[in-house]
């Protein structure tokens, strides 16, 4: 009990200081911080995100495109949306070595015809190209014969793109208790995105 009278004590000093803190901005009396700068060190060494974007768009140039619903990133991230799957609107676009489709299907709001969900199958059999696919809808249907399906209760997100000719599937980091945290920190699915991206073309080699 005294631990948590403690911890509760600490809380109340950190929001009363910056309270304080903002008031003094706001008149000009101390300098504003940006939030993000108290996840760097002293060096400015980048953030994790920062250094996925870095990756995306210098080392591994990397063309994201996003059909469904709109998706926040905490950073600028280059996306474009699509709003059909066909060849043009997947086909790699000039100046990328990689392509990653994110389908954000949370709302139920995607439908796919049956030419499309065939479309990405023989596309997540290329190298070089990953599927996100964040619902429940469609969970199932790009899993190769040969792949071990993976899942957990409440998970919905999952990922697909070959290795040296062999499909691969994933899970990623959201599930049904995860949807609360946009209301909160609406950039979290964002974040989560570019990180399950990283993984991709740290395996993919």
């Not at 870095?54 to 063309?63: L, S």
């Not at 949306?81 to 043009?88: F, N, Q």
């Not at 489709?101 to 059999?125: A, C, F, G, P, Y």
Request: net charge negative.
């Amino acid at each position: 009990m005294k631990k948590k009278k403690i911890i509760v004590c600490v809380a109340i000093v950190i929001v009363a200081f910056s309270l304080v803190y903002s008031l003094l901005a706001i008149n000009g009396i101390v300098p504003t911080i940006n939030p993000r700068e108290l996840f760097k060190s002293d060096n400015n060494e980048l953030t994790g995100v920062e250094k996925i974007k870095e990756i995306i768009e210098t080392t591994r140039p990397t063309d994201i495109a996003i059909l469904g619903d709109d998706i926040s990133f905490s950073i600028e991230i280059e996306t474009r949306k699509v709003d059909k799957i066909d060849e043009s609107t997947i086909q790699r676009k000039e100046g990328f070595k990689y392509t990653v489709l994110v389908i954000n299907d949370l709302n139920n709001n995607v439908s796919l015809t049956e030419e499309e969900q065939d479309l990405l199958r023989k596309k997540v059999k290329e190298y070089g190209f990953s599927l996100i696919y964040l619902g429940e809808k469609y969970s199932d249907t790009w899993n190769s014969e040969d792949e071990i399906p993976l899942d957990l209760k409440g998970n919905l997100f999952y990922i697909h793109y070959s290795v040296s000719g062999t499909q691969c599937g994933a899970i990623g980091a959201w599930t049904t208790e995860d949807q609360n945290l946009l209301k909160t920190y609406p950039y979290s699915l964002g974040e989560t995105i570019l990180y399950s991206i990283e993984s991709f073309l740290k395996e993919i080699g």
